[in-house]
């Protein structure tokens, strides 16, 4: 039995996905396990020939869904969550399996980089009103370095030493089986975004760290997951549901009220165009009505 299963989601990922799992196909202590979410470009059949096991969904049920049914196809003690935009060597991989392998461990997560070696900023704090507020009002503009203006951890010190942030970008991320099973995988209420988070936030419920380890490295493209102002209506369903789940009903009014205005603020003065305006105000439909419009299967 494989050590890991490598779990790769993809949905229209012909470009990258082969690049993303032929590496780790070579060895037999990782399984490669592609979820196909009903694509329409041959992905599936773009790694066909390759020694790896495709789950095939006959619908797009969004990410967490694909994740779900691929850890649950495997049987290694360890799954890595792969985008099928992104790069890991297996040294890699096995260096969060150590990192996992603590009891104490729930998650681990490596450090994050562009193709050209920029680091991606992959570490974040769970939400909170002062930032969303913030970002509303354009202030993590005028105070880039103030932690209280932003959610997501931008210090270089941070990515420079082992680290517990409260959550890690889903992007690459390796989970014990034992935890996806006491928590019955992932939300698939999240359609895209935010699962992620969600997933941090209930593992460490349950008693399990999350870490962060520099010393193993992922390559993410990123930005192919489709147009960004189709993407900001979901980011908003998506950190509604969350809001939903984890804050009490005050909170939720108040994260609705801060998702509003900084749809109505970018839809005056954020770049992008009319399309990018048109997002914008997707988005505040989702903040003003009394069930997520998109983005949610829930």
């Not at 196909?25 to 592609?34: A, F, K, M, Q, Y």
């Not at 994740?67 to 969060?96: H, K, M, S, T, Y």
């Not at 760290?209 to 993410?220: C, F, K």
Request: glycine share 8%; hydrophobic share 45%.
């Amino acid at each position: 039995m494989a050590l890991a299963d490598v779990v790769v989601v993809s949905y229209n990922s012909r470009d990258h996905l082969r690049s993303a799992v032929e590496p780790l196909t070579t060895g037999p202590d990782l399984r490669v396990i592609v979820v196909d979410n009903d694509s329409t470009d041959g992905s599936a059949e773009s790694v066909s020939d390759l020694p790896l096991t495709i789950v095939r969904s006959l619908t797009n049920g969004g990410f967490a869904h694909g994740c779900n049914l691929g850890w649950r196809a495997g049987q290694a003690p360890f799954v890595l969550f792969l985008n099928p935009d992104a790069a890991i060597d297996r040294e890699a991989v096995l260096r969060l399996m150590r990192v996992v392998d603590d009891p104490a461990v729930g998650a681990a997560a490596p450090k994050i980089v562009r193709p050209d070696g920029e680091l991606h900023y992959s570490q974040r704090r769970f939400p909170r009103f002062r930032s969303l507020y913030a970002q509303a009002l354009f202030l993590h503009r005028l105070f880039p370095r103030a932690d209280w203006s932003d959610e997501v951890i931008r210090t270089q010190e941070a990515y420079a030493a082992p680290g517990s942030p409260d959550w890690v970008s889903g992007a690459c991320v390796m989970v014990k089986r034992s935890s996806l099973e006491q928590l019955d995988g992932l939300d698939e209420g999240f359609f895209m975004y935010w699962e992620d988070t969600d997933l941090c936030r209930r593992l460490r419920t349950l008693g399990f760290g999350v870490r962060y380890e520099p010393d193993a490295v992922a390559v993410h493209i990123g930005g192919a997951s489709g147009a960004r102002s189709e993407l900001v209506p979901v980011l908003a369903a998506s950190r509604i549901r969350y809001s939903r789940k984890h804050r009490s009903r005050l909170g939720v009014a108040t994260e609705r009220a801060g998702i509003a205005l900084g749809a109505l603020t970018h839809m005056v003065v954020a770049s992008g165009g009319l399309e990018m305006r048109a997002g914008h105000a997707r988005a505040l439909r989702q903040a003003v009505a009394r069930q997520p419009i998109v983005g949610t299967r829930a």
